[in-house]
C-alpha cells in the first residue's frame, strides 16, 4: 500500500490536494512571513474549495503557471466574520507572492456591487474586488486582492473579513459556501519546482 501512495504523490496526482489542506510544512522563512505552528486543527473541505482546487490546477497547467498555489478554507470568527490565520505555509525556495480572497457566489446572480468586503482583523479596510486575470479562474467566485494584508510584519494572529450583502433581495444566501483565502507563490529560480516544472 505504501508503494502504491508514494507512486500516485511522485506522479503528482495528490499534490494538488495536500497544496490545498496545507500538509505541504514550511521549512525556510520569507522575513515578512511568519512560519506556521506545528498546531494544525482538523480541517474540513467546501465543495466549493475543492471544486475551485480542481479547475484551478486546470487552468495552471493549460497557462503552464509556474506559481505553487494554495487554497484554505475559512473558519468562523466572532460577528459573522470569516479568517484565516495570518501565518503563511511555504516550502524551502518560495517566495510569497500574491493573496486573494475568494467568495464562492453565482455570478450570475451576485456582483461586486451588490456586497460589501471589510477585512475587519488587524484593521478594519473595505475590500476592493479583483477583475485582473490570475490563475484562480472567475467561476470560482468573486475574488479580493488581500496581498498587502498578509505582507506585513504587523499583520497580527490572524485575518478576518464581513461579508455584507446590500441588496435586501439577497438576503443572507449570498455565499454558496465560506470564502476560501488562495495563496500564490513563486520559485526562487535556483530551486527546483516541487511540481515537476
Known amino acids: 500500500m505504501s508503494r502504491y501512495f508514494n507512486v500516485w504523490v511522485s506522479f503528482g496526482i495528490l499534490y494538488p490536494f495536500l497544496l490545498a489542506v496545507g500538509a505541504v510544512e514550511c521549512s525556510e522563512k520569507e522575513t515578512l512571513i511568519k512560519p506556521m505552528s506545528d498546531t494544525v486543527s482538523a480541517i474540513q473541505l467546501t465543495s466549493c474549495l475543492m471544486e475551485c482546487t480542481r479547475m484551478t490546477y486546470v487552468k495552471k497547467l493549460q497557462l503552464q503557471d509556474n506559481h505553487n498555489i494554495r487554497l484554505r478554507d475559512s473558519t468562523e470568527g466572532d460577528l459573522e466574520e470569516y479568517c484565516w490565520p495570518a501565518e503563511l505555509k511555504c516550502t524551502i525556495g518560495e517566495r510569497f507572492q500574491l493573496a486573494y480572497v475568494v467568495l464562492p457566489v453565482d455570478l450570475t446572480a451576485v456582483g461586486p456591487e451588490q456586497l460589501e468586503v471589510k477585512a475587519t482583523v488587524p484593521t478594519s479596510t ?3 474586488a479583483h477583475d485582473n486575470p490570475i490563475t484562480v479562474p472567475d467561476n470560482c467566485g468573486l475574488r479580493y486582492d488581500v496581498t498587502p494584508h498578509f505582507n506585513t510584519e504587523s499583520v497580527g494572529t490572524s485575518f478576518c473579513i464581513q461579508v455584507v450583502s446590500l441588496d ?9 459556501c465560506p470564502p476560501f483565502l488562495v495563496t500564490l507563490w513563486q520559485r526562487k529560480a535556483d530551486q527546483p519546482n516541487q511540481e515537476g516544472q
Open 126 to 128: 473595505t475590500l476592493l
Open 168 to 176: 435586501d433581495a439577497l438576503g443572507d444566501r449570498v455565499l454558496r
